[in-house]
């Protein structure tokens, strides 16, 4: 079994910043790529970004050029860097983890609020 553990949600004003942590744990061996997903209220789940296990990375056009991901395959982490944050990304922040033999993982999400 494999656990995905999330933190460093919180309140924030616009055009504050925030980092968010994902720490996979379990049978971890061969993640692929690690992802961060948000769900904003009344809307569906949408990808925000991702990173292979070889350090590739893509970004959602609306948070290319304020939020960073990036990952330590050591620690088996992947950790979310927000800036310039707008009330828009305002959701439930979920992290995702796909593994080479198709097993996907999912956090069970932390909430990040933006006011304006």
């Known amino acids: 079994q494999v656990q995905l553990v999330e933190s460093g949600g919180g309140l924030v004003q616009a055009g504050g910043s925030l980092r968010l942590s994902c720490a996979a744990s379990?049978?971890?061996?061969?993640?692929?790529?690690m992802g961060w997903y948000r769900q904003a209220p009344g809307k569906q789940r949408e990808l925000v970004t991702y990173?292979?296990?070889?350090?590739?990375?893509n970004y959602a056009d609306s948070v290319k050029g304020r939020f960073t991901i990036s990952r330590d395959n050591a620690k088996n982490t992947a950790n979310l860097q927000m800036n310039s944050l707008k009330p828009e990304d305002t959701a439930v922040y979920y992290c995702?983890?796909?593994?080479?033999?198709?097993?996907?993982?999912w956090g069970k999400g932390t909430l990040v609020t933006v006011s304006s």
């Open positions: 995702m983890a796909n593994f080479y033999d198709g097993r996907q993982y």
């Open positions: 379990g049978s971890i061996f061969r993640i692929n790529d």
């Open positions: 990173i292979t296990n070889s350090g590739s990375t």
